[in-house]
T-cell receptor
Framework: AQKVTQAQTEISVVEKEDVTLDCVYETRDTTYYLFWYKQPPSGELVFLIR??????QNEISGRYSWNFQKSTSSFNFTITASQVVDSAVYFC??????????FGKGTRLHILP | NAGVTQTPKFQVLKTGQSMTLQCAQDMNHEYMSWYRQDPGMGLRLIHYSVGAGITDQGEVPNGYNVSRSTTEDFPLRLLSAAPSQTSVYFC?????????FGPGTRLTVL
Protein backbone atom coordinates (compact mmCIF):
# COMPACT_ATOMS: atom_id res chain seq x y z
CA ALA A 1 0.00 0.00 0.00
CA GLN A 2 1.14 3.52 -0.66
CA LYS A 3 2.16 5.76 2.18
CA VAL A 4 3.61 9.23 2.58
CA THR A 5 5.40 10.36 5.71
CA GLN A 6 6.17 13.96 6.57
CA ALA A 7 7.97 13.64 9.87
CA GLN A 8 8.23 17.38 10.50
CA THR A 9 4.94 18.51 11.92
CA GLU A 10 5.91 22.15 12.35
CA ILE A 11 9.01 24.20 11.47
CA SER A 12 9.90 27.79 12.32
CA VAL A 13 12.73 29.69 10.67
CA VAL A 14 13.75 33.31 10.48
CA GLU A 15 13.16 35.10 7.21
CA LYS A 16 15.95 34.67 4.62
CA GLU A 17 17.04 31.34 6.06
CA ASP A 18 16.91 28.24 3.89
CA VAL A 19 14.55 25.47 4.95
CA THR A 20 14.05 21.89 3.80
CA LEU A 21 10.81 19.97 4.15
CA ASP A 22 11.20 16.22 4.22
CA CYS A 23 9.00 13.66 2.50
CA VAL A 24 9.46 9.90 2.55
CA TYR A 25 7.21 7.62 0.59
CA GLU A 26 6.41 3.92 0.30
CA THR A 27 5.18 2.19 -2.80
CA ARG A 28 5.43 -1.20 -4.47
CA ASP A 29 4.91 0.20 -7.95
CA THR A 30 7.74 1.09 -10.29
CA THR A 31 5.64 3.77 -11.93
CA TYR A 32 4.37 6.51 -9.67
CA TYR A 33 4.10 10.26 -9.30
CA LEU A 34 5.11 12.52 -6.45
CA PHE A 35 3.67 15.93 -5.70
CA TRP A 36 3.98 18.93 -3.45
CA TYR A 37 1.04 21.18 -2.62
CA LYS A 38 0.92 24.40 -0.62
CA GLN A 39 -1.94 25.50 1.63
CA PRO A 40 -1.57 29.14 2.69
CA PRO A 41 -3.51 30.56 5.65
CA SER A 42 -6.37 31.42 3.31
CA GLY A 43 -7.04 27.69 3.01
CA GLU A 44 -6.87 26.92 -0.69
CA LEU A 45 -4.66 24.12 -1.98
CA VAL A 46 -2.11 25.10 -4.58
CA PHE A 47 -0.26 22.63 -6.79
CA LEU A 48 3.52 23.21 -6.79
CA ILE A 49 5.20 20.33 -8.61
CA ARG A 50 4.82 16.81 -10.00
CA UNK A 51 7.62 14.32 -10.62
CA UNK A 52 7.36 10.87 -12.13
CA UNK A 53 9.34 7.90 -10.92
CA UNK A 54 11.52 7.75 -14.01
CA UNK A 55 12.84 11.26 -13.68
CA UNK A 56 15.24 11.73 -10.79
CA GLN A 57 16.58 15.05 -11.92
CA ASN A 58 16.40 17.74 -9.30
CA GLU A 59 14.21 20.66 -10.19
CA ILE A 60 14.58 24.32 -9.37
CA SER A 61 11.92 26.98 -9.74
CA GLY A 62 13.00 30.33 -8.43
CA ARG A 63 13.59 29.97 -4.69
CA TYR A 64 12.05 26.48 -4.66
CA SER A 65 13.94 23.29 -5.37
CA TRP A 66 13.10 19.62 -5.11
CA ASN A 67 15.42 16.68 -4.51
CA PHE A 68 14.04 13.31 -5.62
CA GLN A 69 16.06 10.26 -4.53
CA LYS A 70 14.65 6.82 -5.29
CA SER A 71 17.41 5.12 -3.31
CA THR A 72 16.06 6.63 -0.10
CA SER A 73 12.42 6.97 -1.24
CA SER A 74 12.54 10.66 -0.53
CA PHE A 75 11.25 13.77 -2.28
CA ASN A 76 12.43 16.75 -0.28
CA PHE A 77 11.51 20.37 -0.86
CA THR A 78 13.85 23.27 -0.15
CA ILE A 79 12.98 26.93 0.03
CA THR A 80 15.98 29.20 -0.35
CA ALA A 81 16.02 32.65 1.24
CA SER A 82 12.61 32.12 2.81
CA GLN A 83 10.05 34.90 2.93
CA VAL A 84 7.09 35.52 5.20
CA VAL A 85 4.76 34.74 2.28
CA ASP A 86 6.13 31.18 2.31
CA SER A 87 4.36 30.56 5.60
CA ALA A 88 1.88 27.79 4.90
CA VAL A 89 1.19 24.11 5.32
CA TYR A 90 3.00 22.03 2.73
CA PHE A 91 1.77 18.61 1.68
CA CYS A 92 3.68 15.87 -0.08
CA UNK A 93 1.60 13.36 -2.04
CA UNK A 94 1.99 10.10 -3.98
CA UNK A 95 0.04 8.52 -6.82
CA UNK A 96 0.41 4.84 -7.64
CA UNK A 97 -2.66 3.92 -9.63
CA UNK A 98 -3.99 6.21 -12.29
CA UNK A 99 -4.73 9.44 -10.45
CA UNK A 100 -5.51 8.11 -6.97
CA UNK A 101 -3.42 10.45 -4.81
CA UNK A 102 -2.55 9.91 -1.16
CA PHE A 103 -1.28 12.79 0.96
CA GLY A 104 1.06 13.06 3.91
CA LYS A 105 -0.09 14.84 7.06
CA GLY A 106 1.64 18.04 6.11
CA THR A 107 4.32 20.30 7.54
CA ARG A 108 3.32 23.68 8.91
CA LEU A 109 6.02 26.22 8.08
CA HIS A 110 6.35 29.49 9.95
CA ILE A 111 8.62 32.14 8.51
CA LEU A 112 9.40 34.69 11.22
CA PRO A 113 10.15 38.28 10.22
CA ASN B 1 -13.19 29.32 -16.61
CA ALA B 2 -14.55 28.47 -13.15
CA GLY B 3 -12.26 25.48 -12.46
CA VAL B 4 -13.54 23.40 -9.54
CA THR B 5 -16.55 24.75 -7.68
CA GLN B 6 -18.00 23.53 -4.41
CA THR B 7 -21.25 24.37 -2.69
CA PRO B 8 -22.04 25.21 0.01
CA LYS B 9 -19.03 26.93 1.57
CA PHE B 10 -20.33 26.44 5.09
CA GLN B 11 -22.90 24.05 6.51
CA VAL B 12 -24.15 23.15 9.97
CA LEU B 13 -26.05 19.90 10.43
CA LYS B 14 -27.62 18.10 13.33
CA THR B 15 -26.67 14.52 14.04
CA GLY B 16 -28.68 12.18 11.84
CA GLN B 17 -29.45 14.69 9.11
CA SER B 18 -28.49 14.00 5.52
CA MET B 19 -27.06 16.32 2.94
CA THR B 20 -25.16 16.46 -0.33
CA LEU B 21 -21.99 18.43 -0.95
CA GLN B 22 -21.85 19.54 -4.53
CA CYS B 23 -18.74 19.56 -6.72
CA ALA B 24 -18.47 20.57 -10.35
CA GLN B 25 -15.60 21.12 -12.76
CA ASP B 26 -15.50 22.63 -16.21
CA MET B 27 -12.09 21.35 -17.31
CA ASN B 28 -13.32 18.06 -18.78
CA HIS B 29 -11.20 16.10 -16.32
CA GLU B 30 -11.85 12.39 -16.06
CA TYR B 31 -10.56 12.11 -12.51
CA MET B 32 -12.38 13.61 -9.52
CA SER B 33 -11.99 13.01 -5.83
CA TRP B 34 -13.16 14.01 -2.37
CA TYR B 35 -10.89 14.60 0.61
CA ARG B 36 -11.51 15.59 4.16
CA GLN B 37 -9.04 17.68 6.15
CA ASP B 38 -8.85 17.43 9.91
CA PRO B 39 -6.26 19.06 12.20
CA GLY B 40 -3.09 16.99 12.33
CA MET B 41 -4.46 14.40 9.89
CA GLY B 42 -3.62 15.97 6.56
CA LEU B 43 -5.86 15.28 3.60
CA ARG B 44 -7.55 11.90 3.60
CA LEU B 45 -9.13 10.46 0.49
CA ILE B 46 -12.82 9.61 0.86
CA HIS B 47 -13.90 8.52 -2.62
CA TYR B 48 -12.63 9.02 -6.12
CA SER B 49 -13.77 8.53 -9.69
CA VAL B 50 -11.77 7.91 -12.87
CA GLY B 51 -14.69 8.69 -15.15
CA ALA B 52 -18.45 8.91 -15.46
CA GLY B 53 -20.08 5.81 -13.99
CA ILE B 54 -16.92 4.69 -12.16
CA THR B 55 -16.26 5.33 -8.49
CA ASP B 56 -14.05 3.73 -5.86
CA GLN B 57 -13.35 4.01 -2.17
CA GLY B 58 -10.43 5.87 -0.70
CA GLU B 59 -8.95 5.75 2.80
CA VAL B 60 -12.00 6.84 4.80
CA PRO B 61 -15.19 6.00 2.85
CA ASN B 62 -17.50 5.00 5.71
CA GLY B 63 -20.52 7.25 6.12
CA TYR B 64 -20.21 8.73 2.62
CA ASN B 65 -21.69 7.87 -0.76
CA VAL B 66 -20.80 9.15 -4.20
CA SER B 67 -21.99 8.79 -7.76
CA ARG B 68 -20.67 10.10 -11.07
CA SER B 69 -23.37 10.38 -13.69
CA THR B 70 -21.59 13.07 -15.71
CA THR B 71 -17.99 14.10 -16.26
CA GLU B 72 -18.66 17.49 -14.70
CA ASP B 73 -20.31 16.59 -11.39
CA PHE B 74 -19.23 14.49 -8.43
CA PRO B 75 -21.54 14.96 -5.41
CA LEU B 76 -20.71 13.62 -1.96
CA ARG B 77 -23.63 12.40 0.15
CA LEU B 78 -23.76 12.11 3.91
CA LEU B 79 -26.67 9.80 4.66
CA SER B 80 -26.79 10.24 8.44
CA ALA B 81 -24.39 12.89 9.68
CA ALA B 82 -22.29 12.23 12.78
CA PRO B 83 -20.13 14.64 14.83
CA SER B 84 -17.06 12.72 13.61
CA GLN B 85 -17.80 14.04 10.13
CA THR B 86 -17.15 17.62 11.22
CA SER B 87 -14.35 18.62 8.87
CA VAL B 88 -13.34 20.65 5.87
CA TYR B 89 -14.14 18.86 2.64
CA PHE B 90 -12.22 19.42 -0.57
CA CYS B 91 -13.18 18.28 -4.02
CA UNK B 92 -10.52 17.95 -6.70
CA UNK B 93 -10.29 17.14 -10.37
CA UNK B 94 -7.34 16.40 -12.60
CA UNK B 95 -5.57 14.65 -15.40
CA UNK B 96 -2.38 12.58 -15.30
CA UNK B 97 -2.12 12.87 -11.55
CA UNK B 98 -2.07 16.62 -11.04
CA UNK B 99 -5.17 17.69 -9.17
CA UNK B 100 -6.83 21.06 -8.88
CA PHE B 101 -8.79 21.69 -5.74
CA GLY B 102 -12.00 23.49 -5.04
CA PRO B 103 -12.23 26.11 -2.27
CA GLY B 104 -13.59 23.65 0.29
CA THR B 105 -16.74 23.20 2.35
CA ARG B 106 -16.57 23.63 6.11
CA LEU B 107 -19.06 21.23 7.68
CA THR B 108 -20.04 21.17 11.34
CA VAL B 109 -22.20 18.38 12.74
CA LEU B 110 -23.75 19.11 16.12
Amino acid sequence: AQKVTQAQTEISVVEKEDVTLDCVYETRDTTYYLFWYKQPPSGELVFLIRRNSFDEQNEISGRYSWNFQKSTSSFNFTITASQVVDSAVYFCALSEARDKIIFGKGTRLHILP
Amino acid sequence: NAGVTQTPKFQVLKTGQSMTLQCAQDMNHEYMSWYRQDPGMGLRLIHYSVGAGITDQGEVPNGYNVSRSTTEDFPLRLLSAAPSQTSVYFCASGQWGTQYFGPGTRLTVL
